[in-house]
């Protein structure tokens, strides 16, 4: 009986993934208006702050083997959050970069798709690969490209630099390596997956405008990667 009444009043497995979680974009929100409040850094710097912290979500999730439901209701509510956000001062951290974009949206839409498309079969690994490129790929590749970005060129209308390109191909292949390295196997076939998904994801991030590359670059990536290691991982 006391066996029986401990386990009645034990939480839910999805509620403890959902407090980590949400403990994770806590910390990242807070950090965020830390930064936008007290300090001088840039509009795009708190941007990228959310950009990247946020995006690292999808490897707790996938840690914690979160339900598929969890994470395509956090992405649909995010979504509705970041609209509304173009009307009231909901999200002033990421909102702020003066162009624009819907971004942020889209941002939340390709991992709400991901996770719907790779977690009930089982292969979360795919839509971690999608999300982390832009997480980090394009996060970095806009941190570098206004640093140090000595050499610009232009695409549709976008003012892009090399400098800033090839961080994105560089981040893009070292993040689907090591994903591809853990999951199956450290071999020449893993790196080609990730060569070619780098390359992907570098020329979708140049030539999407108004904040389209937040949705092509997850996609393409996460897609572009299943259907390579169908054949070359043997998955």
Known sequence: MVQTRIADFALPASLFQAGWVGLWLLGVGVATETVRRYTTASP??????????????????????TPTWMGVTAAIVFSAVALLSYRLPILPGINSVGRPSLG??????????????FWPIQ?????????????WGDGLAALVGQAHGR????????????EGSFTMLMVSFTVCLIVLGVTYSWSLASLMVAAIVALTATALETLSILGLDNLTVPLGSGLLAYGLAQGWLAI
């Open 44 to 65: 795009e710097i708190t941007r990228k702050i959310v950009h990247i912290g946020a995006g690292n979500a999808i490897v707790l999730a996938w840690w914690l083997d």
């Open 104 to 117: 942020t949206c889209f941002y939340a839409v390709s991992i709400g798709v991901l996770t719907a498309l």
């Open 123 to 135: 292969h979360p690994e795919f839509a971690v690969i999608g999300v982390l490129n832009m997480t």
């Open 151 to 162: 050499h610009p060129y232009r695409v549709l209308g976008s003012s892009k630099s090399w």
